[in-house]
């Protein structure tokens, strides 16, 4: 039962993130607001502990949420065949111009925070 309420402080937090969002044109989407509101609510034992309990629950049934993903992959081998050495060309590249373009923000991050 705790859990069930835990899913429900989820959701509601989700949904004023949401309600948020889109009532003052936030820039930020509606869960990231919901999570904000969310860490701020986990500083009450009565959000706290049923949240846990249900992210708890949540974690240990995660690997469920992988079998649609395989089942795609089953239905597509065909494509995958056909496509899959450029999809891990890019999926490749894609994540080194990631970590490159994030250790440069950080790098002038440093220099600019040893300037001042």
Do not use: D
């Given at each position: 039962?705790?859990?069930?309420?835990?899913?429900?402080?989820?959701?509601?937090?989700?949904?004023?993130?949401?309600?948020?969002?889109?009532?003052?044109?936030?820039p930020l989407p509606g869960p990231v607001v919901g999570l904000v509101l969310l860490l701020a609510g986990l500083h009450f034992s009565a959000v706290r502990e049923p949240v846990a309990?249900?992210?708890?629950?949540?974690?240990?049934?995660?690997?469920?949420?992988?079998?649609?993903?395989?089942?795609?992959?089953?239905?597509?081998?065909?494509?995958?065949?056909?496509?899959?050495?450029?999809?891990?060309?890019?999926?490749?590249?894609?994540?080194?111009?990631?970590?490159?373009?994030?250790?440069?923000?950080?790098?002038?991050?440093?220099?600019?925070?040893?300037?001042?």
């Open positions: 039962m705790n859990g069930l309420r835990g899913m429900a402080w989820l959701l509601v937090f989700q949904s004023i993130g949401e309600v948020l969002s889109r009532g003052l044109s936030l309990e249900c992210a708890n629950f949540m974690l240990a049934h995660l690997s469920l949420l992988f079998i649609p993903v395989g089942v795609g992959v089953m239905t597509h081998l065909a494509l995958l065949g056909q496509y899959g050495g450029r999809m891990l060309f890019v999926i490749v590249l894609s994540t080194w111009i990631g970590l490159a373009v994030t250790v440069l923000v950080l790098q002038a991050f440093e220099r600019r925070k040893k300037q001042v």
